[in-house]
């Protein structure tokens, strides 16, 4: 029996190098790693040794024999993938890159973010040399959007966070938390105590639909609700409207698809996962029904992952509705399906949504309706949202790519709660260039370089604010890997300037600026409380959701 990749599959790749036989595809090194949904096992050379899952932080890789309930059709997603992507010859994997030479002694870094751009960062670092790593993150809890943007009941995907807290417990790795750059310390200063300052700090500014009735209560961003019912700390006091019956959510990627099942989820399941408690209250008073997702283009150009579209088929009590006619393909989509190059992802997603649109519906099971080749037009409402018109779409082919155009085919929507899940963008970060067009710090390989392609020396990005808000946890990885190359290259060839200040000085510094200052003890202090007030309960925590909270169990009080 071979082993075989599931759902929760993070792409971080960290199964990749414990294969014996070299059957795991896509590699860092594929041209389609990067925009892989998942990661695949080849079951005609797997040998079933299981080394690939004990490797998994998420717990992804199972036995074909022993695949839970509801997963069983991951062993064809995984065959099918081979199909159209033989295994080449066996190649010699390239060695991974060797340390630093010791003689150029302790490198230090200052990382600015905690989440998993910067966690992948930290590790590849005090992996490849003798280092010394200050994380840095503004809030008193680390993890970034593992915490809060990863769905609750997705709590298999937040298991990553375990990887991250073994990397933490390295002699050279050092926390500081609840500080803010900019404000606490200039980015100046910390090119003063550090070699280098490596900005992990994500895309935190929702895209806007640019329509009017936006700013209508009831017309929210994804990331203001999913920040809402994850406990963070800014959105913990927000407030929705949930006394309606219909939700529409613009937007059909797999954060939508987040949103729509923790709308639709029976509040008793939810109860077992680690949602914040004001959410889990509001969704208990809750009366939404049905949850609606507009979608720009066909089925087949669908944003959502084929494993986050199947993985509905298991919500109980919730019926997916697709309307047959939502799935009339136009020439050129048909065309895409009818490619034999075409990946077996995309098939499936179209596969699946013919079959959700065949199911049966049940009297009294809440809804989940997509709607494809529709845009919002206008947030109707005078105080408030009372509706959304929307416009049907067709494709037409520009530059190579399908793009959406309406046509005069208008309907009006009743609801009472609009959530726009358009994607995210990143923000300017003090004292760094950064370009307005594609929302990133510039940058080649993650060495910061201004506009005129000039590089910043000692300064660079990974994440989200290097390529762009694309990718899962684990893309974060190689991205990681790749800026943390290019920065031991400059160290190697000493182009980095010793900082003027050690990691003592930098401790005294923020020790006076910032009393508050969370470090490793303190964050394993908020961590454990948590923990404990969530065991008491049956879930895997209850979240402090204020900045005072967490400051109070970090001291254990």
């Known amino acids: 029996m071979a082993f075989v990749v599931t759902q929760r599959c993070c792409n971080d790749a960290s199964c990749l190098s414990e294969c014996p036989v070299d059957c795991i595809r896509p590699r860092p ?5 990067a925009t892989a949904e998942m ?27 022993e695949l839970p309930e509801g997963l069983q059709r991951y062993t064809d997603i995984n065959a099918g993938y081979f199909e159209r992507h033989p295994l080449d010859a066996k190649m010699i994997q390239p060695a991974p890159p060797g340390r630093v030479a010791k003689e150029l002694g302790t490198l230090r870094v200052a990382i600015v973010g905690a989440g998993p751009a910067a966690a992948y960062a930290a590790e590849e670092l005090m992996r490849r040399a003798d280092a010394e790593v200050e994380v840095i993150d503004r809030l008193p809890s680390p993890h970034g959007l593992v915490r809060a943007g990863v769905a609750p009941d997705h709590a298999g995907t ?36 550090h070699h280098a300052v490596i900005y992990a700090v994500g895309a935190s500014a929702d895209r806007s639909l640019g329509i009017p009735g936006e700013s209508l209560p009831g017309s929210h961003s994804a990331g203001e609700f999913v920040a ?61 029904r049905e ?20 993985a509905l088929q298991r919500l109980p009590g919730v019926d997916v509705i697709i309307d047959e006619s939502e799935l009339k393909l136009d020439s050129a989509s048909q065309a895409v399906l009818d490619d034999p190059g075409t990946e077996p992802s995309t098939l499936l997603k179209v596969e699946l949504a013919r079959e959700y649109s065949q199911q049966a519906q049940h009297p009294g099971h809440k809804r989940i309706v997509f709607r494809y080749l529709t845009s919002p037009v206008e947030i109707l409402g005078t105080d408030r949202v009372d ?16 793009t959406p155009r309406p046509t005069d085919c208008t309907e009006t929507i009743a609801t009472s709660l609009v959530l726009r899940s358009v994607g995210y963008r990143g923000q300017p970060v003090p004292d760094l260039p950064f370009d307005e067009s594609r929302h990133i710090v510039p940058n080649e390989r993650g060495r910061v370089v201004t506009a005129e392609g000039d590089p910043v020396t000692g ?35 000493g182009m980095l300037p010793a900082p003027r200040h050690d990691r003592r000085a930098l401790h005294a510094l923020l020790a006076e600026r910032r009393p508050e200052l969370v470090d490793g003890t303190g964050w ?28 109070a169990a970090s001291r254990g009080h």
């Open 228 to 288: 809402w019912y994850n406990g963070h700390p800014d959105y913990a006091d927000r407030v929705f409207d949930l006394s309606g019956e219909r939700a529409v959510i613009v937007g059909n990627g797999n954060v939508a698809l987040d949103i729509a099942r923790v709308l639709t989820l029976d509040p008793e399941e939810l109860a077992r996962t680690d949602i914040a408690d004001h959410a889990l209250a509001a969704l208990r008073d809750s009366t939404i």
């Open 291 to 310: 949850v609606v997702l507009l979608g720009r283009r066909g089925p087949v150009q669908a944003a959502y992952t084929s494993p986050e579209f199947l």
């Open 524 to 551: 394993r202090a908020i961590d454990a409380a948590e923990r404990e007030l969530g065991k008491r309960q049956g879930r895997p925590r209850v979240k402090f959701v204020s900045v005072a909270e967490m400051l």
């Open 158 to 193: 937040k298991a990553i966070t375990m990887t991250f807290e073994a990397a933490a417990r390295h002699a050279g790795f050092r926390y500081l938390l609840n500080v803010e750059v900019g404000e606490h310390i200039s980015h100046a200063e910390l090119m003063d105590h």
């Open 39 to 65: 990661l695949y096992i080849d079951p005609q050379t797997c040998i079933d040794c299981g080394a690939c899952a004990d490797a998994c932080p998420v717990d992804a890789i199972y036995s074909e024999d």
């Open 387 to 402: 509706g959304l018109t929307i416009v049907r779409n067709e494709l037409a082919e520009s530059g190579g790519e399908l």
């Open 459 to 493: 300064v660079y990005v990974t994440g989200w604010i290097k390529r762009g808000p694309r990718g899962v946890i684990g893309t974060n990885k190689a991205c990681a890997q790749e800026t943390v190359a290019g920065l031991l290259d400059d160290f190697a060839a």
């Open 29 to 33: 090194e594929d041209p389609d790693f």
